[in-house]
């Protein structure tokens, strides 16, 4: 099936400040080989490693004033 | 007495909320006028009325019940009964009117949704209070008032989706999708609301709140119901869904954090938990995909999205300061306090 949905390519969105935008479901492999699992329909990966809730986003990258 | 369809039997509702207690000579009219006791108040009433005050806000706020749950003991017809919805147009106008006056103007939407991206180091306001040294009392007041609209959780914004259409709407609907828990009902953010509030030892009944809730809140709810039950006003809704979306992931951790603190239990604490990752990723999706969409289609509506951002910036700000100044002066911020199901000594302890 030429067109079917699982053929497109797993979308990722970047931005310069923010989180990665990910296409879910996913499983994140940790850097203790250990993974979390999240099914919701998009998940936002935490890039600024500020993030309590990590692998994921919790709004931690946000300028503080 | 509101007329029925015709042709169709007059049909009641048994079950369902009760109607609250009036606040004055609108609601009190409105209140009556549902039960079949008496007319509807006059529009001046409604002209003269504090826009903001207790009567003006709950009349609203039955006037859009009926779109929702309806009221025990009237007919779900009156949802679209012409002299309901007159009356509740002219409530509409006056609070509209004054959110106008009152929102302060910015040039474009990235400049509203600007200020609400930055974290204050020293925050002031209910979350803040309420993890550094709220109380358990406390924490369950913030939970009455709010189960007005936690309870119906997503509701008011399902509305806009036939409003919305291609990027929009797909991102608006997979949004709302996950508010109403990805299709089980367990995970339903209304349903986990619930188990917080039996986590507090309060009472998950839908409208069971409602007398007791401060006309602050009512003002908080009747925003969204106003915005989402006109088409008009579909840029205001979207700005409104944005800025509950962006100000809750830190909100929500604050607030974990105080009911970890208090020692509500695992439910409590897990309903913010969820929000905090949710409403990370929603934020993301409605700055981008919803609000990017119908401004890419509806360029137009922009000062309508920042008017909606402003708006409800104003009412919560409005909510903090009454829940605050309550609190800080030790009074209640309910009307009528709840009474607990089990007596106040017994401290829960959850081991989570």
Known sequence: ?65 | MPPGLKGYPARMAYEGPRLPAARGPLSAGVREYLLGTGPLPPAPTAERAAPYGDDLQLALYVCYEPHYRGFAGVSPDVEWDPGLLRLRAALEQRFLTALRADTPVRDSVEDALAELLVEPVEGTGVSHFLRDEGELWQLREYAAQRSLYHLKEADPHAWVLPRLWGRAKAAMAAVEFDEYGGGRADRVHARLFADLMTDLDLDTTYGRYLDAACAETLATVNLMSLFGLHRGLRGALVGHFATVEITSSPGSRRLAEAMRRAGAGPAAAYFYDEHVEADAVHEQVVRHEVIGGLLEQEPWLAPDVAFGVGATVLLEDRLGERLLGDWRAGRSSLRTPPTLHTPPTSEKTHIS
């Open chain 1, 1 to 65: 099936m030429p067109n079917s949905p699982a053929e497109r390519p797993r979308r990722i969105s970047v931005q310069r400040k923010g989180p990665l935008l990910v296409e879910g479901p996913v499983e994140v492999e940790l850097e203790d080989g250990s993974t979390v699992v999240s099914d919701r329909f998009r998940v936002a990966l935490c890039t600024c490693r500020r993030s309590r809730r990590y692998p994921w986003c919790d709004t931690s990258h946000r300028d503080r004033a």
